[in-house]
């Protein structure tokens, strides 16, 4: 697989910046080629045309709707972050369930 870029979205930004230095971490101990990002949801349109997989607080479940229609016709994995993961900041848990979805279509 080559790079993956991932975008990371909460709120403010705040919580999901703590996950993507953990899933930077993770990824990095796993050798595993991935640019992690994390923003604000209001700035997903300005990283769509970069991003392979957006994952999305849990805490945003809401707005899933919104986001498939602002990335729609890019092929972009779409993946709700899990409760249990993200209110502990595990990066390696946020890893594998990221390759798992990937693994799950390809």
């Known amino acids: ?4 870029n991932v975008l990371l979205v909460c ?5 999901s910046g703590f996950m993507a230095a953990n899933m930077r971490k993770a ?3 796993k050798n595993l080629d991935m640019s992690i990002v994390a923003r604000s949801e209001s700035e997903i349109e300005n ?10 607080g849990p805490h945003l479940e ?3 709707d919104e986001i498939d229609e602002i990335i729609h016709g890019f092929p972009v994995k779409v993946i709700l972050m899990k409760k249990e993961y993200y209110a502990t900041l595990d ?4 890893i594998d369930h990221l390759l798992s ?3 799950e279509a390809g």
Request: no cysteine.
């Open 1 to 4: 697989m080559s790079e993956l």
């Open 11 to 15: 709120g403010s930004g705040a919580s």
């Open 27 to 29: 990824a990095k101990t």
């Open 47 to 56: 990283y769509i045309e970069e991003i392979d997989a957006l994952m999305v």
């Open 62 to 64: 809401y707005m899933l």
């Open 91 to 94: 990066g390696d848990a946020a």
């Open 101 to 103: 979805e990937f693994n």
